[in-house]
């Protein structure tokens, strides 16, 4: 099989932390971020993560490729809860991960955005959704501090208590987003999300960005 990614994408780091929970092996492939055409010849438009099963068909959403990924031997791991009200939290909190996220992102080295090209694509693009970066970044005072009220709800929401015996599906919704979160520098975070996030971090094998945090 082989996985289409970026390594900043949440929705990537859903799969691929699926994948290493449960031992699967991938050709993983982080394309460059100004390289639409490749997906787009797979499943008619571009969309990230796209897996590649080993019969040909593409998979497009990240989690039903979690779902099939953690099924494949018949023995899936990943179990309940399933919190609707985290997937409410979330709704108000992706356009403010986004805000701070896409001006930082392509800052830290990360292969997607290793060339001029890659980077001024994904600039002009992600600026029609967020406006200037420049501009992102000079008000991240603002925007993170919505961003800490956010996360000071989380723990009235989902158990952050790290490990669990058994991967949550909380887990694979929530994670993914905190660790591209984690780009920030100025967000506050609580000492129970922090945690919950560098533990699950290391749980499933995915690293961080708090050691580059802008």
Not at 29 to 35: E, G, K, N, R, S
Not at 101 to 130: D, N
Not at 145 to 150: F, H, S
């Amino acid at each position: 099989m082989k996985l289409y990614y970026y390594e900043h994408c949440p929705f990537s780091a859903r799969v691929r932390m699926a994948l290493n929970l449960k031992g699967i092996e991938v050709d993983g492939v982080v394309l460059p971020a100004d390289d639409e055409q490749t997906i787009t010849q797979l499943i008619g438009k571009h969309q990230i993560p796209v897996l590649v099963r080993d019969d040909g068909t593409p998979m497009a959403d990240s989690m039903d490729i979690v779902r099939y990924l953690d099924g494949l031997d018949g023995q899936p791991i990943i179990q309940e809860p399933d919190t609707a009200a985290l997937k409410q939290w979330l709704e108000p909190f992706v356009p403010n991960l986004q805000y701070l996220g896409y001006p930082r992102w392509t800052q830290i080295g990360l292969e997607e955005f290793a060339s001029p090209s890659a980077y001024e694509h994904f600039r002009k693009k992600k600026t029609e959704t967020i406006g200037d970066f420049d501009a992102a970044l000079a008000n991240t005072e603002a925007k993170a501090r919505e961003v800490d009220a956010q996360l000071g709800r989380l723990q009235e929401i989902v158990d952050l208590t790290p490990p669990h015996q058994q991967p949550r599906w909380d887990d694979i919704t929530l994670f993914p987003m905190l660790r591209s979160l984690s780009v920030v520098k100025a967000v506050e975070w609580p000492e129970d999300v922090r945690a919950y996030t560098v533990t699950q971090a290391r749980w499933c094998g995915l690293d961080t960005f708090f050691d580059r945090a802008l």
